[in-house]
């Protein structure tokens, strides 16, 4: 259902790209342009997108004598899956939160912060390993960097709108507006597809990491850990990269309503992954 969930999505938000160029510009020309905008995006988001996002979190490589224990873990994780080992990184923060990045599972990077492993016991530390590889194995990261940059182009056209807006034909009180309703609601609509996606494959990698290690009650407790611990240790990041994220990290800067189950939320809400974790626990 996630996987189906994200398709249909992904579809809108193109279409949304598709019309916006339409009714801004007018005619298939315009419908043109937002399809060329939209994959000049795309193709930059594919092969920048990892290094931007370690750079934006501070994420330095590690050394395996500095982390022996995380890449033990994720020697054994990434051999049982059957994907290539990726690099792994050590943010400086008190924090306890992790994430992945990278376009394949052949260019992909792991990200730990020092609180994380100074709090988890070994099988939550393997349910949060496992969380971060099932987004490198799904392509998740591919796939919310083609929304974001979708959700991107949908702003940039509406700006566009706002100073050129109205079509070819500028008299014509329709196009203008078309263009006004462009302007106003597509980046809305945009924003909430995008963070819909963004939930949908938190929810997909939880599941997909509890079967990897058969142990859904570990990532559970890990994330219970995680919440706790994130709403009162602040770490500074990019705002822009905080999906990444296994949970939000600007928790403790006052954005319970927007990072974590809101309308406009990034991650689903923690209680709702541990119920899930717990349900798919009790049917193995």
Known sequence: MNNLKTVALL??????????????FGGSQGMLIGLMFAVLLNFGAYFFSDKLALRMTGARPATEQELPQVYGMVRRLAAASDMPVPSIHLIDSRQPNAFATGRN????????TAGILEIMRDDELEGVLAHELA?????????????????????IFARIGL???GGRDRNNPMGLVLTLVAVILAPLAGMVIKMAISRAREYQADASGAEMTGQPLSLARA????????????????PAVSQLFIADPLHAFGRRGLGSGGFFSTHPPIEERIRRLENMYYRI
Not at 105 to 112: D, E, G, L, S, T
Not at 137 to 151: E, K
Not at 226 to 238: E, G, Q
């Open 105 to 112: 599972p052949r260019h992909a990077a792991v990200a730990v």
């Open 135 to 155: 987004h490198v194995r799904n392509r998740d990261i591919l796939i919310t960097s083609i929304a974001a940059m979708l959700a991107a182009a949908i702003s």
């Open 11 to 24: 579809s809108l938000m193109s279409a949304l790209v598709w019309l916006i160029g339409l009714a801004i």
């Open 163 to 165: 100073w050129f807006g």
């Open 223 to 238: 994330l219970e850990k995680i919440d706790t611990n994130s709403r009162r240790i602040p770490m500074r990041v990019n």
